[in-house]
C-alpha cells in the first residue's frame, strides 16, 4: 500500500497531470474518473479525477472547482544532484506563469508550491563550522533559485576567517 497524494485542481487536474509528467522522470498518467451523474463542482460526463505517478508516487489530480486553493503550507521537495539539475527542474516549473520564490522555494503555474534543493547543501548550511553554516544561510535566504557555488563560497569564507 501506498500512501497517495491528492491535488485539487479548478478544472485543470487533467493539464496539471500532463505537465508533471512530462517533467520528471519515472512519471505516467494512470486512469480517470467522469462524473455519472452532477456533482457540486462537476456537470455530468465531466473529467473529475486523473491518476498520475510521478517519481514514482502516485497523485489523484481531482477537477474539485475553485473553493480552495494551492498554499506553501505544503510543498514538494525535489533533491537535485547538482546545479544544472537544479536549474532544470526550476526552469521548468517557473515556466509559463509560475512564480520564483525565496531559498529554493517556488509556486509552478498551477499554484502548487515545491522547493528544488540539492542534499549538497546540507554541507553548507548543516555543516561543523558554524560560522560557516551562519554565512552559508545568510547566503541562502537572500537566493530565489539555491546556488550551490554561492552557498560554498560563502561557506568556504566564513571557515578560513
Known sequence: MKLT???WFDGKARE???FYVGIFPDS???NNWIAPTET???EQGTEVVVDFTIFGQPFIGLNGGPMFQFSE???FQIPCADQNEIDHYWNLLTADGGEAGRCGWLKDKFGVS???VSPAMEQYIGG???AGAAAATQAMITMNKIELDALRLAFEGATQK
Open 40 to 42: 457540486p463542482s462537476n
Open 16 to 18: 496539471a497531470a500532463n
Open 73 to 75: 503550507a505544503i510543498s
Open 114 to 116: 515545491w522547493q528544488v
Open 5 to 7: 497524494t491528492c491535488l
Open 128 to 130: 561543523p563550522d558554524a
Open 28 to 30: 505516467s498518467l494512470g
